[in-house]
């Protein structure tokens, strides 16, 4: 299948690979369109890793096909020229500046001449990390660090960027500015691979999100239509009560809430809102401090939660 102006950029058909006994990729298919943000979602061993060596030429599947630009990245000299990839182990040179870092990376690329500068310019400006040009990566935070890394992986410009786990480790002024490199690169027509846990960036950026488990593609969609479908109209209410003892972290269970990441307390309900108030009510008239009521549409952390524990599948 060769790429065109409106064809996929890269397209995953049917692939499969196994590590001896263990099936890490199970006839998996999937496809990353130009100026797509498709965010590739899944448990720890549900094969993500694999498929990304695959897309990347560094792995060839025991049986299907990937095609990048409509080539095969792992015999294509072209095909792999095509991909930009920000890896999470970050691929810099902590002794460089910022803006040495690039110009390496350049050259390396095939850039020459006049060439290096305007795609060290692009890539900075992009990524915002122009403001810190002449500094030593190794003195850089963690967060800036993860832009950098960014800014190398798009110096030939790249159509199609794989990102993995961009946002680890990061502040949220790093993870805005890697939100807003990713939007301007969308814009640009990149097609972006975002392999992440981060499932708040991954809603708010992804035009479509795939989910892994176990090898295989479970579930694909638009973030919104997936958790309609899976939730209907119910609400989550969530509860800020403080720090609740063994006896009221007993009384909230007893509600149906329970312990979510934030601190808080929630549930599931269809009369969100009405129940919301009825809960808070019925609590602080018991003499539990209600801080806080909060009622909100699902999130992809509560899909990726029925899918992980494979309650839900395509």
């Known amino acids: 299948m060769n ?25 998996v298919s999937l496809e990353v369109r130009p100026g797509e943000i498709y965010a590739l ?20 599947p025991n049986s299907g096909e990937v095609r990048l630009v409509g080539r095969d990245p ?8 095509a991909l930009g990839l920000a890896p999470q182990a970050l691929a810099l040179y902590p002794q460089l500046t910022v803006e040495e870092n690039l110009q390496t990376f350049a050259s390396l690329a095939g850039l020459r001449g006049k060439a290096v500068g305007q795609a060290v310019a692009n890539a900075m400006a992009v990524t915002q990390t122009g403001d810190r040009a002449g500094d030593l990566v190794r003195g850089l935070s963690g967060g800036f660090q993860r832009r950098v890394n960014i800014a190398a992986a798009i110096l030939a410009g790249p159509k199609l960027l794989v990102l993995d786990e961009p946002t680890v480790g990061v502040d949220l002024s790093a993870k805005g500015a890697i939100s807003d490199a990713l939007i301007r690169l969308r814009a640009d027509g990149v097609g972006i691979l ?14 479509r999100v795939g989910f892994l488990r176990n090898g295989e593609k479970v579930l694909e969609g638009a973030p919104d239509t997936l958790i309609a479908d899976a939730f ?4 989550e209410i969530e509860l800020d009560v403080g720090e609740a003892g063994p006896g009221l972290a007993g009384r909230l269970a007893g509600e149906g809430l329970v312990r979510r990441p934030s601190g808080g307390w929630g549930r599931l309900a269809a009369n969100g809102y009405v129940l919301a108030g009825e809960l808070a009510e019925r609590l602080r008239a018991e003499g539990v401090v209600v801080r806080e009521v909060r009622v909100r549409r699902p999130s992809l952390e509560q899909l990726f939660a029925l899918v992980a524990e494979a309650r839900r599948a395509a």
Do not use: W, Y
Not at 9 to 24: E, P, Y
Not at 74 to 81: I, N, P, S, V, Y
């Open 3 to 27: 790429s065109g102006p409106t064809g996929p950029i890269l397209t995953v058909n049917a692939v499969r690979h196994a590590f001896g006994a263990r099936q890490a990729l199970n006839g």
């Open 74 to 81: 792992f015999r294509d000299g072209e095909a792999r020229a």
């Open 232 to 235: 209907g109209d119910q609400m």
């Open 41 to 60: 979602l899944g448990p720890n061993g549900a094969g993500k890793t694999t498929l990304v060596r695959a897309i990347c030429g560094r792995l060839r």
């Open 194 to 207: 975002l392999v992440t846990h981060d499932l708040d960036q991954a809603g708010d950026l992804a035009d």
